[in-house]
């Protein structure tokens, strides 16, 4: 069975390729995906599958009923794109100014449709159900995972399992991990206000420059010197903007940073220790200050038996040469709801561009992968899917 199913996906390469080309040239941002729905709809459709639309929000869920009773495996693939403006020199480069895929979700579509087609010819000597999710708005919070699951997507379903192409990594291998695999990621925005005035005049302000600029170097103590230094974290400003005339002390500035964790308890602790240190800094500055913590997707953590299981079906995949243990990955992913709901597992599928040692990383404007690595995603999936039946 297994055979059969990686020789439909070998005959169907050139289309998962033509598919992911065509999504790169036409990439939409999250919750905005409206034509990108409308073509994985189409796609299903065309094939008579039973498709539903609009699943909490933007998302599509398609199910696949084999002829046999059995067991009911969910695959996702999410398909949002990133404000970024694409710097390749491609023939599929994106045709949307300021908008880009510019972290494989093309690919993890592609894969998924093709992987879909595939299973929908052999469903007559299928057992159970397949329940293939394609999500909306992984990129940017809340996503879209949360609400395609309160919408239903997970009903009935007994196992989970996804991947993520990953361009840094030499394609050919799988990489898992049992546990925390990718981190909380949570975001913080404070305004500092103080008192603007002349620059030749200091003493005269309340300048929220230098309150900011204290802000940032104090933050550092948060993981420095009271976290446990076993205990992954991060606290990282991205940006700090006080834009002012060379002559003018700011009355105010704004901060915006991440917080990464995989401890629940951390990733408390980590948010109360911010509010502390950002009343000290902006109190001994005679300043006064907004501050919002969002919290964003919680850590994505494997079950370990899952992840065993997803191994076992890696080593059957002929295109596999290495299969490793991952370090933990401090980026965040909202495929850590489905594993809060059902059991299962996330691994990466390596990307990197073939003749190069060092590949563009995930986010860069000339971010791309290796397209053969859509095929061996879209067999380990396949595997799992076929062999959990088992």
């Known amino acids: 069975m297994m055979e059969r199913l990686f020789s439909k996906l070998n005959d169907s390469y050139n289309d998962m390729v033509e598919i992911r080309r065509y999504l790169h040239q036409h990439p939409e941002l999250s919750f905005q995906e409206y034509q990108t729905a409308k073509y994985i709809e189409r796609f299903y459709e065309d094939l008579g599958i039973d498709v539903r639309r609009n699943v909490g929000g933007n998302g599509v869920v398609a199910k696949i009923h084999g002829e046999k009773p059995g067991k009911t495996i969910a695959l996702r693939a999410d398909f949002d794109a990133l404000p970024i403006q694409d710097e390749k020199d491609v023939p599929y480069k994106s045709l949307t100014p300021g908008v880009m895929h510019a972290c494989g979700h093309d690919g993890h579509t592609a894969s998924l449709l093709v992987l879909g087609k595939a299973l929908n010819e052999m469903k007559a000597s299928l057992k159970g159900t397949y329940v293939l999710i394609h999500q909306h708005a992984e990129e940017y919070a809340p996503g879209g995972a949360k609400a395609m699951i309160e919408d239903g997507c997970l009903e009935g379903v007994d196992a989970i399992f996804g991947t993520h192409l990953w361009a840094t990594t030499q394609t050919g291998t799988i990489q898992y991990r049992t546990g925390p695999i990718m981190a909380a990621a949570d975001r913080f925005e404070v305004t500092i206000q103080g008192k603007g005035g002349h620059g030749a005049q200091p003493h005269k302000t309340k300048d929220a420059i230098v309150a900011a600029s204290q802000l940032v170097i104090n933050l ?55 509010e502390k240190v950002i009343n000290g800094t902006c109190l001994s500055n005679d300043c006064t200050h907004d501050y919002t913590y969002f919290r964003g997707y919680p850590a994505v953590v494997n079950h370990g038996a899952e992840t065993e299981f997803l191994i076992e079906c890696a080593s059957h995949v002929p295109e596999v040469k290495i299969i490793e243990e991952k370090e933990p990955d401090m980026g965040g992913e909202d495929f850590s709801y489905y594993l809060q709901h059902v059991k299962g597992t996330f691994f990466f599928t390596g990307a990197r561009p073939e003749g190069v040692t060092e590949a563009y990383p995930h986010h860069h404007p000339k971010f791309d992968f290796d397209e053969k690595a859509m095929l061996i995603s879209a067999k380990t999936l396949g595997a799992a899917a076929l062999k959990f039946q088992e």
């Open 220 to 274: 550092q103590q948060i993981v420095s010197r009271r976290v446990n230094p076993i205990d992954p974290a991060v606290v990282s400003v991205g940006s700090l903007i006080a834009d002012n005339a060379f002559n003018v002390i700011a009355d105010k500035a704004k901060l915006i940073g991440t917080v990464r964790t995989f401890s629940e308890q951390t990733r408390d602790f980590i948010e109360s220790e911010l």
